[in-house]
């Protein structure tokens, strides 16, 4: 009996000694992560736009003022020394797959901090590189002439008198909402999304967003995550604003867009998990591509097929007090025209390699991209701002598009793409992870 108490205390030892190692690896990660988020607030301290969001405790916001003077090679010193710090303790736990899951996040960003700050201090790389470097990926590039193929494809479907441009616009001008009636078709818009997404997922109890309506924004929506799964959704109205963009951007900012990534992120792994990491999101990372691209096939994802189109007609267009004529055909050239998205990546590697002139980009968004002038200017604008942030919002929808499908979440199968799609929102998945899914 004595021996058999021994032996059990014996393996218990033994138990305990190999667990330490993994206790020990864990709070090393915890306080490299930490250290992680209070250098993401103290760049954040310079470049107001570093930081999209932040619900982490207040104790690891910077102490001390802001120098005078941006300190970027001391910034760059402290990627690097953490960068280093971190790869050394992945190196030391191959088999440990959470370190590797969490330190390979974390290293994708701290690259990505790297290269804002040299962006923020002036020096501007060539556009293949700061795609790289910020989110992660190399986006693939589309001569002239493969957007004037798919022009002449569109402009055989679309019938009507002038040149595409005009002949677009002139249908699109049917579906524009008065203004008067925003609020009630944005607020209908975005029920439908949450009780679409709700139907798959169960969110928190006091989640909730408030709407807001804004002007002189580059933008045409934001989301500003507050935390304890609270959103202030914007809206943009300098432009005048199509019916399906009620849906888009509804979508795309709250369900099961940024709002419902930024909450489960909190929930499931700040929360839950305690991974401290996550409750830093800056804005030009790797996680920008995810949470864009995410929010942008989102929109499928809730409405598949025709779906969109027979929300719109039945509910949306008598809310806007506008006719349903010319609705189909509308909907079936926004599909059509959604394949020139592309359009407006080349815009942006032709602007910030200085291939480009400002009025040649103005034509290829008007001529390429079937934007109305005002809104080929406001993309401008966009671009001038963020820079190659662009490409998160169709090279990253086509990156999750191609994960999600490729793991059998398609139409035949809405209920696993839900599945899938909420997997993905509910990890620290990277642009590295997307890349190895087989279309």
């Not at 001008?173 to 944005?186: A, G, H, Q, S």
Request: proline residues 5%; neutral net charge.
């Amino acid at each position: 009996m004595k021996r058999l108490v021994y032996l059990s205390l014996l393996l218990l030892a033994v138990a305990c000694s190999q667990n330490k190692p993994a206790q020990d690896v864990t709070a090393q990660l915890n306080q490299l992560a930490e250290r992680y988020v209070r250098l993401g607030l103290t760049i954040g301290q310079y470049d107001e736009a570093f930081v999209d969001a932040y619900y982490g405790p207040d104790s690891l916001h910077p102490q001390t003022p802001k120098a005078a003077v941006f300190p970027k090679d001391s910034l760059l010193k402290a990627v690097e020394d953490l960068s280093g710090e971190l790869e050394r303790l992945i190196h030391s736990g191959k088999n440990d797959t959470l370190l590797q899951t969490r330190g390979a996040w974390i290293q994708a960003q701290l690259t990505a901090f790297a290269g804002r700050i040299r962006i923020f201090s002036g020096q501007y790389p060539r556009f293949e590189e700061e795609t790289k470097e910020l989110f992660g990926v190399t986006v693939p590039s589309y001569p002239e002439k493969h957007f004037q193929e798919l022009v002449a494809q569109l402009n055989k479907s679309l019938p009507g008198k002038g040149n595409l441009n005009e002949r677009f616009q002139q249908l699109a001008n049917r579906f524009i909402i008065p203004k008067e009636k925003l609020d009630t078709v944005f607020r209908t818009a975005i029920a439908e999304c949450r009780k679409r997404t709700k139907a798959h997922y169960e969110l928190p109890a006091t989640e909730d967003f408030t709407l807001e309506y804004v002007t002189n924004k580059p933008w045409s929506g934001y989301n500003w995550y507050k935390g304890k799964y609270q959103s202030l959704v914007q809206i943009n109205t300098d432009l005048k604003i199509f019916l399906e963009k009620a849906i888009d951007v509804g979508s795309h900012e709250s369900y099961p867009g940024h709002h419902v990534y930024n909450m489960l992120l909190e929930k499931n792994l700040y929360r839950d998990k305690g991974w401290i990491e996550i409750s830093l999101y800056p804005l030009f990372s790797p996680q920008s591509l995810i949470a864009e691209g995410s929010a942008n096939y989102g929109i499928d994802v809730t409405f598949p097929g025709k779906e969109k189109n027979r929300f719109a007609k039945e509910v949306l267009l008598p809310l806007a007090g506008l006719d349903t004529t010319g609705l189909d055909q509308y909907f079936t050239a926004l599909e059509l025209k959604g394949e020139l998205n592309y359009a407006r990546n080349e815009v942006a590697r032709g602007l910030l390699n200085g291939t480009m002139t400002e009025s040649e980009a103005l034509r290829w968004l008007q001529e390429y991209g079937l934007n109305n002038r005002e809104t080929a200017l406001k993309s401008i604008s966009f671009i001038r701002t963020n820079r190659s942030y662009v490409i998160n919002y169709n090279y990253g929808k086509d990156l999750v598009k191609n994960y999600i499908e490729s793991y059998g979440g398609t139409d035949k199968d809405p209920a696993k793409r839900w599945q899938l799609f909420a997997k993905l929102l509910s990890n620290p998945v990277t642009p590295a992870d997307l890349l190895l899914a087989k279309p």
